[in-house]
C-alpha cells in the first residue's frame, strides 16, 4: 500500500505556473504507476496526466497538452505536476493517485486527499 500526500497548490493568475507535488510513503514508490486527477466545482473528476513506474511513458488529457509536464523523482519518493499557462478552467481540486499498473490508472487504488488550484481570470 502507497499513501500519497499533494502540496503546492494556490491561487494564482491566469497564464502563471505552478508546481504540484506528490510525496509517497509505505511501499516502494518505484512500484507505482501515478496520475494526477483533477475536479472542478460540480463536475466530474477528470484524468490530467500520468507516469509511468520508471518514467519511460507518460500521458496527458488534450486540454493540458503543451501546458502541463508530469514528472517523478524515485529517489525523493515525488512526482512533480509542472502547469505552466495556467487558464481560469483549470481551476479544481487536484488528486494525484497510484496503481501498480499503469494500465489502472484512470481507475487507480489509491488517491491523495487532494490540493485546490484556482486561476483567477
Known amino acids: 500500500q502507497v499513501q500519497l500526500v499533494e502540496s503546492g497548490g494556490g491561487l494564482v493568475q491566469a497564464g502563471g505556473s505552478l508546481r504540484l507535488s506528490c510525496a509517497a510513503s509505505?511501499?516502494?514508490?518505484?512500484?507505482?504507476?501515478i496520475g494526477w486527477f483533477r475536479q472542478a466545482p460540480g463536475k466530474e473528476r477528470e484524468f490530467v496526466a500520468a507516469?509511468?513506474?520508471?518514467?519511460?511513458?507518460?500521458d496527458y488529457a488534450d486540454s493540458v497538452k503543451g501546458r502541463f509536464t508530469i514528472s517523478r523523482d524515485n529517489a525523493k519518493n515525488t512526482v512533480y505536476l509542472q502547469m505552466n499557462s495556467l487558464k481560469p478552467e483549470d481551476t479544481g481540486v487536484y488528486y494525484c493517485?497510484?496503481?501498480?499498473?499503469?494500465?489502472?490508472?484512470?481507475?487507480?487504488?489509491?488517491w491523495g486527499q487532494g490540493t485546490q488550484v484556482t486561476v483567477s481570470s
Open positions: 509505505g511501499q516502494p514508490f518505484s512500484s507505482y504507476a
Open positions: 507516469i509511468s513506474r520508471r518514467a519511460s511513458t507518460t
Open positions: 493517485a497510484g496503481d501498480s499498473l499503469y494500465r489502472n490508472l484512470r481507475s487507480p487504488a489509491y
